[in-house]
C-alpha cells in the first residue's frame, strides 16, 4: 500500500466529500492567521504557521509522492 488514509468516522471519506465535491482543499499559499482565523488563541497562531507552514505542507505531501496543484485564491488541492 502506497497511501494510507485514517478516518475518524464510520465512512472513509465522509469529509472530503462534505468539504465540496469530492475535492480536498489542503492549505492555502495566501494564508494570513491575522486576517483568516478568529478564536482565542491568534496569538499562538503565527509562531504555528512559522513552524509548519503551507510551503511545509505542499513539501511534506511531494515527499511522499502526493502531486498537489494550486487553484484560485491559492487554494492548495491534492493533484487527481
Known sequence: M???IIEK???L????LLSGGERCNLTNI???PEL???GQSLKSLPSLFHQF???D?????DTHEIETKVEDNGRVLLKS
Do not use: A, F, R
Not at 471519506?13 to 472530503?16: A, E, I, L
Not at 505542507?57 to 505531501?61: D, F, G, K, P, R
Open 13 to 16: 471519506g465522509s469529509k472530503v
Open 53 to 55: 507552514g503551507p510551503e
Open 30 to 32: 495566501n494564508l494570513d
Open 9 to 11: 468516522t464510520d465512512k
Open 2 to 4: 502506497k497511501k494510507c
Open 57 to 61: 505542507m505542499i513539501q511534506y505531501l
Open 36 to 38: 483568516h482565523y478568529v
